[in-house]
């Protein structure tokens, strides 16, 4: 079964950090963009932070540079997003997703999309005192 499935998630205080991970099973990364992604409660998802195949490509939204910093482990099939400075606002779901290199224009462009190959089930992140 091909999938992707995160953890990490949790109830943290602002000023806080969190560490997600994001382990695919019955495919390789390899040859996959990967970006995190995130839906607050009456809101639209929006791109969080993308990285390209190789690694050396990344894009972050405005609103969360300086802050997350996302990375790739091939041998691990694992992608990471680290988060600090946690802010109420960074509340959401967070999902992961693939996107084959087939299929793949720019990080900016996979971040502002929601056609992926493959879709994570979501972690939830809630930052409050």
């Known amino acids: 079964q091909l999938q992707l499935v995160e953890s990490g998630g949790g109830l943290v205080q602002p000023g806080g950090s969190l560490r997600l991970s994001c382990a695919a099973s019955?495919?390789?990364?390899?040859?996959?963009?990967l970006g995190w992604f995130r839906q607050a409660p009456g809101k639209e998802r929006e791109g969080v932070s993308c990285?390209?195949?190789?690694?050396?490509?990344?894009n972050y939204a405005d609103s969360v540079k300086g802050r997350f910093t996302i990375s790739r482990d091939n041998a691990k099939n694992t992608v990471y997003l680290q988060m600090n400075s946690l802010k109420p606002e960074d509340t959401a779901i967070y999902y992961c997703?693939?996107?084959?290199?087939?299929?793949?224009?720019?990080?900016?462009?996979?971040?502002?999309?929601?056609?992926?190959?493959?879709w994570g089930q979501g972690t939830q992140v809630t930052v409050s005192s």
């Open positions: 019955g495919f390789t990364l390899n040859y996959y963009a």
């Open positions: 997703a693939a996107k084959h290199a087939r299929a793949f224009v720019s990080v900016q462009h996979m971040c502002a999309s929601n056609s992926h190959s493959y």
């Open positions: 990285i390209s195949s190789s690694g050396g490509s990344i």
